[in-house]
């Protein structure tokens, strides 16, 4: 059967980068380890720019970080820095 098999986008190398969001550039970085702290996080990607805002979501169930987080930077270039970056 097919189950288990999914469509894919065609790779586009013009959308890969920060998003545009209302007021900045927003990064997700995966890969974030469960045990992470905010601070961790922000210590890591403050060397790139000026952090408006950061988000690690939690697992309801066992308080960790889910593995993501969100990364919001003030210009384009400081976020594109970032992705290079890391």
Known sequence: GKSGVFERLPPDDEDAGPARSIEGWVVIASGVH???Q???VF???AE???IKN???NLDRRTGF???YAFIEYE???EAADAIRGM
Request: negative net charge.
């Open 34 to 36: 469960e045990e992470a």
């Open 38 to 40: 905010e601070d961790d």
């Open 43 to 45: 210590e890591a990607f």
């Open 48 to 50: 790139f720019g000026d």
């Open 54 to 56: 950061l988000h690690l």
């Open 65 to 67: 970080v889910k593995g």
């Open 75 to 77: 210009t384009k270039q």
